[in-house]
DNA sequence: GATGAATGAGAGTTCATTCAT
DNA sequence: CATGAATGAACTCTCATTCAT
């Protein structure tokens, strides 16, 4: 799965082995996966992968909290770009980014929303504070990107609105993988245009 | 959990053990639950479970599958119902009987989204069967109850349209929990308006 | 070794798992026995003793506690003897009842003095205040027995000519072992005049 | 623990992971211990121990070895004391000597007498044969002590009279833990005028 | 029909020990 | 010499599943 290497210094270790992780939790849940398929998948042995994350739990949580970083930071600097046209809407290339990331990392996407979301495992605080930072980031940028447009948007609204966002990007997502023909970008424009019809029906007196 | 009564007739007990079954699985996923929880949960001995519903395996599937029926069945009934006013419009019926299902039955709900959506379990195959159900059946009814409107909606539309549906009600649920306040009834037209709003976005030329 | 015998009820399966355990913790520590050898030694499986015992921290707090009742229960009725001769001394007797368990209980002593000793083991609170419990017991037995001869023996020297006769006796168990042709019986002889001279050197005025 | 001295002659440095492997060891038994541990406490790292002292087992071994070497060493040279007074009892100069090291090195002790009495180790015979040394030493003592005194001090009985004087000594050290206010030599007088009345006890003929 | 008892298979975790730097 | 990295073996504990009552 990964190129054999022997004796390497503990950062690229540990990330080749947060790598096959997330691709080997991505197809099977917390309890389903083995950390001996982890290990398998990293192309190690099980106590290797107890010497660097330390307990299954750990490795889990690695797992979310980097994913986490990537998509999130993917998205921020979608939306501050500096080179981006004027004229753009920073939304769209916000939602979009969030988009392309969710279909081109299918499997961290996966850890990120499916798996985390199972109550009951012994991380689940720590997993769901992530979880939520998700819909927070996306609340975030819906909320600074409308604010000129429809007034004041109520923050309560912006979180609904990030909820059916991020979940209807899921939904996207799996529906791409059964028709590859759609482009990430015709399904970011969808998405938008989803996104901005709501917020006119949620609110049409603002208008 | 269920009252204690000893020599039930077949059918009935069976049921009874399915109740318990759904109220656990909803809690933990396919590996987390025990049939010893489920078996305390029905007030029984594990090898009474194994009795009547044969294996771990076969209990999950029946509990998906009849969750999924009665979902089918509420759907169904509120798009066809006889005494519902002529000028109401069904789909918009149907989907609040839909989603006034999910936030009902909270835990069949969470059965039959979530955890049947787990990929690489022994019973993969029949679970997602299951699970494409239910969007077939509200693509189903997009269909049918859009045709007239807005000229024939191509197949895969409805398809896709199912889809955002689906995990959206899914998402409003969830937002739910955390907000008492709102009513299922506020919500489902919420799910309204989005579904229409997005059909006008996906096809715009034909308004 | 224990005579085959499946499905039997909840009390004597647990008493042969007890009887298993303490002969097998006779011969390692607490770390070095596992409990595969445990359930061997008892002519049935692993998770046959996890189901009675619960862990193998249990079952070692339960051999310690056990084989306590049985020591301080045998010395107890040595002491209070009725049928026993008046003029017989109490002391000896009690002496001698304690060293003829420590002698016929070989595996029983080992694992309540010896092994119960180890340190920073997680049950250690318990175990140490059941190994307190044999002193004490002891040093009661001294008390009451000493009382009208050498005045009142403070509690503090009681204490200590308890730990000095518990530690004497398994110095001569040991010696046992290795000199068959001692008889119990001696060596009880020896334990008793060997306290008697100890409480003439610690209470030199009182003779 | 240590100063961190890199680069040590061979000799100082094995003495100083003695040094550490004797206190981590009498603080857990032999499995409870790990090489890490020791290896940690040594201010160095688990190689490096391997490569001074071979393997966990010949680690213990060298701890019981040396530790032997010194208490045996003490005791004959307070025996011997050439600048003691000529009509001091060398018995009791030796068993205050033996007690000394006892309480003075606790450590030291509760790995020579605690740990080397476990059985079913793979160094049993090794240590076994250890731990009977300092019985045999002890005895050796009192046989040449008292040789003048009560004629032929039968060579089995000066053994069984060491094993007493040896466990009562722990029994002492365990006792002075608790009891801070004894002192060594208060407690060194216990002993000794406990051997010799038990001396009299034994062989009331001889006299 | 219903249940306490029993078990084979497997998972997470640790550790003594060895390479390779 | 000294060490971070790597691993095979073993151990505790759990669970789906089946007998025997």
């Given at each position: 799965?990964?190129?054999?290497?022997?004796?390497?210094?503990?950062?690229?270790?540990?990330?080749?082995?947060?790598?096959?992780?997330?691709?080997?939790?991505?197809?099977?849940?917390?309890?389903?996966?083995s950390?001996?398929?982890?290990?398998?998948?990293a192309?190690?042995?099980k106590?290797?992968?107890?010497?660097?994350?330390?307990?299954?739990?750990?490795?889990?949580?690695?797992c979310?909290?980097?994913?986490?970083?990537?998509?999130?930071?993917?998205?921020?600097?979608?939306?501050?770009?500096?080179?981006?046209?004027?004229?753009?809407?920073?939304l769209?290339?916000g939602?979009?980014?969030?988009?392309?990331?969710?279909?081109?990392?299918?499997?961290?996407w996966?850890?990120?929303?499916?798996?985390a979301?199972?109550?009951?495992?012994?991380?689940?605080?720590?997993?769901?504070?992530?979880?939520d930072?998700?819909?927070?980031?996306?609340?975030?940028?819906i909320?600074?990107?409308t604010?000129?447009?429809?007034g004041?948007?109520?923050p309560?609204?912006?979180?609904l609105?990030?909820?059916?966002?991020?979940?209807?990007?899921?939904?996207?997502?799996?529906?791409?993988?059964?028709?590859?023909?759609?482009?990430p970008?015709?399904m970011?424009?969808h998405?938008?245009?989803?996104?901005?019809?709501?917020?006119?029906?949620?609110?049409?007196?603002?208008?």
């Amino acid at each position: 799965m990964t190129t054999k290497q022997r004796r390497l210094p503990r950062g690229v270790r540990e990330q080749q082995l947060i790598d096959a992780a997330v691709s080997v939790f991505s197809r099977g849940d917390y309890r389903t996966v083995s950390v001996d398929e982890i290990a398998a998948a990293a192309g190690t042995s099980k106590p290797t992968v107890y010497h660097h994350l330390g307990s299954k739990e750990r490795i889990f949580v690695a797992c979310v909290r980097r994913e986490m970083e990537r998509l999130v930071e993917a998205v921020r600097s979608a939306v501050h770009d500096p080179h981006a046209p004027r004229d753009e809407d920073p939304l769209r290339r916000g939602i979009q980014a969030f988009f392309t990331f969710v279909v081109d990392h299918r499997e961290s996407w996966t850890v990120l929303y499916r798996r985390a979301a199972v109550q009951g495992e012994p991380f689940a605080g720590e997993t769901a504070r992530m979880r939520d930072r998700v819909t927070a980031e996306v609340a975030e940028l819906i909320t600074s990107c409308t604010q000129s447009d429809y007034g004041t948007l109520e923050p309560r609204d912006a979180q609904l609105l990030a909820r059916v966002a991020v979940s209807t990007a899921d939904a996207f997502a799996d529906w791409l993988l059964d028709h590859p023909d759609e482009t990430p970008d015709t399904m970011a424009g969808h998405v938008t245009a989803l996104t901005w019809s709501h917020l006119s029906a949620r609110r049409p007196a603002s208008s």
